[in-house]
């Protein structure tokens, strides 16, 4: 649906992550899990995702021109599955490996998140902002928060 920046604005950031969803992107999403759960696959797809939305909003329907039964027909009733990832550790992303490497030895999570700050692309910077995370707080945090004292996850390096 069409809501104003005003309507976002009232959301409650501690709020549930679906709230600003309208009623009908809620219902799409819970016909394309269980629509997904039936074919037994682990995690929604694009194409599932689609064919949920086109049952749920007939004005989608109308404006597309679109319908389930063409998507279908078009994609041979076949949607891809998506493979299971691979056993083992993830290898992290360049710019988590950088992030990483940059921590000193014995780094605690404040550590992390501070870095992350100081390095913040645009989009992830705004995330921080708007939930005032700031490098204060993280400093203020540090008399107040401590890692759990049990030994971290193995690392990757």
Partial sequence: SAESAEDLSRL?????????????AKRSLVRACR?????????????????????????????????????????????????????????????????????????????FLAASLAGAEAELAACFSRHRITPDLVERARGAFRDPPEAPPESVY
């Fill in 12 to 24: 409650d950031p501690e709020g549930h992550l679906f709230q600003g969803f309208s009623v009908t």
């Fill in 35 to 111: 629509s997904a759960h039936n074919r037994q696959e682990r995690s929604i797809t694009s194409m599932g995702l689609l064919l949920a939305t086109l049952e749920e909003d007939p004005a989608l329907r109308t404006s597309s021109g679109w319908s389930p039964g063409k998507i279908r027909s078009a994609a041979g009733g076949q949607t891809l599955p998506v493979p299971d990832p691979p056993d083992g550790p993830l290898t992290p992303s360049p710019a988590l490996a950088a992030l990483l490497v940059r921590l000193p030895s014995g780094a605690d999570s404040l550590d």
